[in-house]
Each structure stands twice: as structure tokens, then as C-alpha cells.
T-cell receptor, first 111, second 114 residues
Framework: TQLLEQSPQFLSIQEGENLTVYCNSSSVFSSLQWYRQEPGEGPVLLVTVVTGGEVKKLKRLTFQFGDARKDSSLHITAAQPGDTGLYLCAGEAGNNRKLIWGLGTSLAVNP | DAMVIQNPRYQVTQFGKPVTLSCSQTLNHNVMYWYQQKSSQAPKLLFHYYDKDFNNEADTPDNFQSRRPNTSFCFLDIRSPGLGDAAMYLC?????????????FGPGTRLTVT
């Protein structure tokens, strides 16, 4: 069974702090996506990483795909209250094209 | 703007009373998905349509059915809702099953079962 483990599960920080959340698996993924979900809303796609070792930046967010394409990280610099939400990673593997979802990291950024 | 729309945003139904949730998309995507998400959990895929081809997940209860009358619309029917079916139901689309399968979600319908 393919699993994606996200850590930490919960994170509460002050505005301006930096943070990193992790998405790990023993399986290889052909691509991995990061989503942010705000309370009462659907997930919104932030980025897709495809190549092992790939780094993508989206303003203050930096996404990295592990060399072996089994893990990924999301680093947020100078977090703001607007970054609050549930961060979900989802990996695509196999021929059936289904996404395997992590349980998410719930981030609260306090003013 | 191209988008995924879900109606209603909030739905209350009684135990055992059939309910239908709606999803429409203006993205002209081939694939439409229905997910169930409970509090503090990841979305759980119920089924998806690739064009008119229906693909049910093995662990989706028979109580859940879906219809896709055309490219733009997809419905989730819950034939006899139980208390355990209270959840957020998310509709998503993707352009195709090739590529990176990037999915675009609607805002969800929060279902309450009384």
C-alpha cells in the first residue's frame, strides 16, 4: 500500500517565522503536488514537482522534490497569517493515475 | 473565470433520506472526481469519470452513486445517508488522465445528516 506521511501534523507559529513541512514515502512517485486548503473550502493546487531534485519557488514558498522522488518538502519564509491552512501533498504513481494523499499539515500563523 | 462550482455549499438531510449533490465545471476537463473529506483527514476518492467511463473505488459503499449526463455536470447521489456520511464532499476535475493529473477542486458541499 502506498502511503504519504506528512509531518508535522499540526504547527502553530508567529508571524515572521520560517517553517518546513515534510511529505515522505517509501514509494516512488512520478509527480507530487502540493495543495493548500482553507477551512470550509476545497484544496487549491500550489505546485507540481516532477523531476528528482527539482526546486520550485512560489513567492515565499519553496518546494523541493527528493532526488529519489520519494519525498518532498515545503519551506515557507517569513510566514504570514494568510498562510494559515491545511497543506496537503499528493503523489501520483502507477498506471492508474490516482493521487495518493497525505493527511496534511495544519498550519496556524498567529499575528 | 474557468472554475468548478458545487451546489449547494451546505446541505442538511435526514437519516435515510436520499440526497443529491451537484458539480459543474467550465474548464472543459475530461475527468471529474468525487471525494469525501472528514474533519482533519485527507480527501478520500469515491469515484471518477473519464469522459463517460465510470470508475468506482473498491471501498466506496454501494450507497454512493454518481451520474455524469454531460461534460460539464456531475452528480453525487447518496441513496440512504447515514450519520457516518456527514462530511465535506469535494468535486474535482483534471484535464486528462495523462500528464501530472493536476486536479482543480470546487469549494465543496458540507453535508449534515440529522
Amino acid at each position: 500500500t502506498q502511503l504519504l506521511e506528512q509531518s508535522p501534523q499540526f504547527l502553530s507559529i508567529q508571524e515572521g517565522e520560517n517553517l518546513t513541512v515534510y511529505c515522505n514515502s517509501s514509494s516512488v512517485f512520478s509527480s507530487l503536488q502540493w495543495y493548500r486548503q482553507e477551512p470550509g473550502e476545497g484544496p487549491v493546487l500550489l505546485v507540481t514537482v516532477v523531476t528528482g531534485g527539482e526546486v520550485k519557488k512560489l513567492k515565499r514558498l519553496t518546494f523541493q522534490f527528493g532526488d529519489a522522488r520519494k519525498d518532498s518538502s515545503l519551506h515557507i519564509t517569513a510566514a504570514q497569517p494568510g498562510d494559515t491552512g491545511l497543506y496537503l501533498c499528493a503523489g501520483e504513481a502507477g498506471n492508474n493515475r490516482k493521487l495518493i494523499w497525505g493527511l496534511g499539515t495544519s498550519l496556524a500563523v498567529n499575528p | 473565470d474557468a472554475m468548478v462550482i458545487q451546489n449547494p455549499r451546505y446541505q442538511v438531510t435526514q437519516f435515510g433520506k436520499p440526497v443529491t449533490l451537484s458539480c459543474s465545471q467550465t474548464l472543459n476537463h475530461n475527468v471529474m472526481y468525487w471525494y469525501q473529506q472528514k474533519s482533519s483527514q485527507a480527501p478520500k476518492l469515491l469515484f471518477h469519470y473519464y469522459d463517460k467511463d465510470f470508475n468506482n473505488e473498491a471501498d466506496t459503499p454501494d450507497n454512493f452513486q454518481s451520474r455524469r449526463p454531460n461534460t460539464s455536470f456531475c452528480f453525487l447521489d447518496i441513496r440512504s445517508p447515514g450519520l457516518g456520511d456527514a462530511a465535506m464532499y469535494l468535486c474535482a476535475t483534471s484535464r486528462d488522465l495523462s500528464g501530472n493529473n493536476e486536479q482543480y477542486f470546487g469549494p465543496g458541499t458540507r453535508l449534515t445528516v440529522t
